[in-house]
């Protein structure tokens, strides 16, 4: 099946309630997809056999998953299974005794696990490379091997080859929503006390967040009212109804041309369709560096959890990830003090300069997906990879540390590269913040129909 035309899980599970597929049906085009060249290296471990058992159960056509595929990141405790999130550190490790709630609530509403999916060792990059298991290649275009991004990798390709209705993953500093931008799907980072964390293979416990991938918003929603474990608040307020700001410090930097293009015909795509939006400084952002100039939260509390695996295995550990753990090692107890108490000051700072606008718009990433061969692991290429991966991680960092929720929704033209549009704001606004992507995705979907439209009407006008 060609990239992305798979219908996305709202409608599919409408098709199976009106008899008109099921969940076996649906499962083997699944697995087809899983098995083809566009899933090579997404997945650690499949389990195809046991999928088709499980889809055949009559039960789960009437729960909100509708016995429809699934995926979880290497990351997350499946019973039975060694969680090794990513990496072969951790591959002697003991089975999971049980599912750790994430899996378990997709497990309870009908979701049919397909596999684990390859990410980058332990969460830690943006940029999706693993040397271990290889590179998932981003399906968005079939001329080029182009980076996922990461994190979760695997998952992202799984959802956006069409294998996957919802790839489960986490965020702790970009990790659903990069790749979510990068291969052209949603990705939806909640506001991080919402969804359990227990029995996931952490990064940082300040920052971690359990969320997923999906093809649309409403699909978001649903996987997002399972892991959570709650009832969104719908609305249908028009985008009149929505103010929003653009932020313009640091984050519209350094945009390459069709992130520039597709960020400014995506924010004129919401004017034009009543949105109050305006441009704010936000010079809040730039103090980020300052606050965590003697290191962050997921490099101390990495080399916390890992201090004792180095002692035996440091040499097994991808040496870009082992690096950025040991450097979480130089920092003082005071240091983290100080830091935890700067974020606290600088969440209120960024939560009063907001106040008045329902969610901010800025580019998910600033640059398109780069080539695999650009960052590929090797040391020789290091120095590009570690430009690469700040890059990508920049925006949207910026939530992780607000303690806030967002969302990336694609917001290029079908002739362009993805790009993603991150909706955003503080915690406990993640109700507001998906609803306003409903419209956004209604609006930015409206305004390609029209362009694909009079680029049609055209070229009939040329050959007549």
């Known amino acids: 099946m060609p990239f992305q035309t798979r219908p996305d899980l709202t409608t599919t599970r409408s098709r199976v309630a009106l008899g008109q597929t099921s969940p076996t049906a649906e499962l083997e085009d699944s697995i087809r997809i899983a098995s083809s060249a566009a899933c090579r290296q997404a997945f650690i471990q499949t389990r195809f056999d046991d999928a088709r058992t499980e889809a055949a159960y009559p039960s789960l056509t009437s729960r909100p998953l509708s016995g429809l595929a699934v995926t979880i990141k290497d990351l997350f405790d499946i019973e039975g299974q060694t969680t090794a999130a990513g990496s072969v550190v951790l591959s002697d490790a003991p089975p999971a005794s049980v599912d750790c709630p994430a899996v378990a609530r997709l497990k309870a509403a009908g979701g049919v696990v397909l596999g684990r999916t390859n990410m980058t060792e332990f969460a830690f990059s943006g940029v999706g490379t693993n040397p271990h298991h290889g590179t998932p290649v981003n399906p968005a275009d079939a001329a080029c091997e182009r980076i996922p991004g990461g994190s979760s990798s695997g998952a992202a390709v799984t959802v956006a080859t069409g294998a996957a209705f919802i790839g489960l993953g986490s965020d702790t500093g970009g990790s659903i929503r990069i790749p979510a931008a990068l291969c052209?799907?949603?990705?939806?980072k909640s506001t991080a006390r919402l969804v359990p964390t227990d029995g996931t293979a952490p990064l940082s416990t300040t920052l971690d967040t359990v969320c997923a991938m999906t093809r649309s918003v409403s699909d978001a929603i649903i996987a997002h009212e399972i892991l959570a474990a709650r009832t969104v608040t719908r609305s249908t307020s028009p985008l009149a109804g929505y103010r929003l700001a653009v932020a313009q410090t640091s984050m519209l930097d350094f945009m390459d041309q069709?992130?520039?293009t597709a960020f400014e015909r995506a924010v004129k795509t919401?004017?034009?369709?009543?949105?109050?939006?305006?441009?704010?400084?936000?010079?809040?952002?730039?103090?980020?560096?300052?606050i965590q100039s003697a290191g962050g939260f997921a490099g101390a509390e990495s080399y916390a959890w890992h201090k004792s695996l180095f002692?035996?295995?440091?040499?097994?550990?991808?040496?870009?990830v082992g690096q950025r753990i040991l450097r979480g090692s130089e920092m003082k107890a005071h240091e983290y003090i100080d830091l935890c108490n700067a974020r606290r000051d600088w969440i209120f700072r960024v939560t009063t300069a907001l106040q008045g606008f329902d969610a901010v718009l800025s580019p998910t990433v600033p640059i398109v997906a780069p080539p695999i061969?650009?960052?590929?692991?090797?040391?020789?290429r290091d120095d590009e990879f570690f430009r690469v991966n700040t890059l990508l991680l920049r925006n949207t960092s910026v939530v992780n540390m607000?303690?806030?929720?967002?969302?990336?929704?694609?917001?290029?033209a079908p002739?362009?590269?993805?790009?993603g549009l991150m909706i955003w704001q503080g915690q406990m606004r993640d109700d507001t913040v998906l609803n306003?992507?409903?419209?956004?995705?209604?609006?930015?979907?409206?305004?390609?129909?029209a362009a694909l439209a009079r680029h049609s009407d055209a070229a009939l006008a040329r050959q007549a």
């Open 184 to 188: 052209g799907i949603v990705g939806f």
């Open 258 to 260: 069709t992130v520039a």
């Open 270 to 290: 919401l004017r034009d369709a009543g949105a109050q939006v305006r441009e704010i400084p936000l010079e809040a952002i730039r103090d980020l560096g300052s």
């Open 311 to 320: 002692s035996s295995k440091a040499q097994a550990y991808d040496p870009r």
């Open 373 to 380: 061969a650009q960052v590929a692991p090797g040391a020789e």
């Open 402 to 412: 607000l303690d806030g929720c967002a969302i990336s929704i694609p917001c290029h």
């Open 415 to 419: 002739d362009e590269l993805p790009v």
């Open 436 to 449: 306003i992507a409903m419209q956004a995705q209604a609006a930015l979907a409206r305004h390609s129909d």
